[in-house]
């Protein structure tokens, strides 16, 4: 399955300011997907990056909060704009195992753990 | 749709007894089934999947999951725990086509005592 190299691993961030993460993945793949896990809960898709498009955004997310890109097969940032205390989460990315097709499950980088302060 | 519903936010068992962590979940089309383990500060890692082959599902650290459709279950399973078991799990739910989401549970937190 793939490996993921997700950075930063973790940050303390003021208020108002912007952070983006970097996911890089060793082999060529089409969707990327970034999940948000807020403390103590489950992970929620933020949204889908297949390169060459706009990325596809969940219910409650929006691109002017979560921009994202995807210049390759093999790399994707998310960017937390205008970050508030609300936004301190752990972000992950992820990518479909072994191949396309849901029944490889997900490999997930290691997140980013943020603070918001 | 689908939804996944882990009943038990935290169990707590003793080393060297069975762990069993809870899974049910609904679909309308037939689902792919998996348990993903999260260690403190860490990612989620793959722990087995059900694809709609064998009902009983090995997987890594000596977890299997049965596939129940008749219960709609998928329960998760360890004849003897371990410290090193101690971490977060959760169950998650897909369909099988490309377009499908997977959708998490809210997640156990398993203890260990020793």
């Known amino acids: 399955s793939a490996v993921i190299s997700q950075k930063p691993s973790r940050d303390i961030c003021q208020r108002g300011t912007s952070l983006t993460i970097q996911c890089q993945v060793d082999s060529q793949v089409t969707m990327m997907f970034w999940y948000r896990q807020q403390p103590g809960q489950s992970l929620t898709l933020i949204a889908t990056a297949n390169q060459g498009s706009e990325a596809t955004y969940e219910s409650g997310f929006v691109i002017d909060k979560f921009p994202i890109s995807r210049p390759n097969l093999t790399f994707s940032t998310l960017t937390v704009s205008n970050m508030s205390p609300e936004d301190s989460s752990i972000y992950l990315c992820s990518v479909e195992s072994g191949g396309p097709g849901r029944a490889y499950g997900y490999t997930f980088g290691s997140g980013t753990r943020l603070t918001v302060v | 749709a689908q939804s996944v519903t882990q009943l038990g936010s935290h169990v707590s068992v003793s080393e060297g007894a069975l762990v069993l962590l809870r899974c049910n979940y609904s679909?309308?089309?037939?689902?792919?089934l998996f348990w993903y383990v999260q260690y403190p500060n860490q990612g989620l890692q793959l722990l087995l999947k059900y694809t709609s082959a064998a009902t009983l599902v090995k997987g890594i650290n000596g977890f299997e999951a049965e596939f129940k459709k008749s219960e709609t279950s998928f329960h998760l399973t360890k004849p003897s725990a371990h410290m090193s078991d101690a971490a977060e799990y959760f169950c998650a739910v897909s369909g099988t086509s490309s377009a499908s989401k997977i959708i998490f549970g809210s997640g156990t937190r398993l203890s260990i005592r020793p």
């Open positions: 679909s309308s089309v037939p689902p792919y």
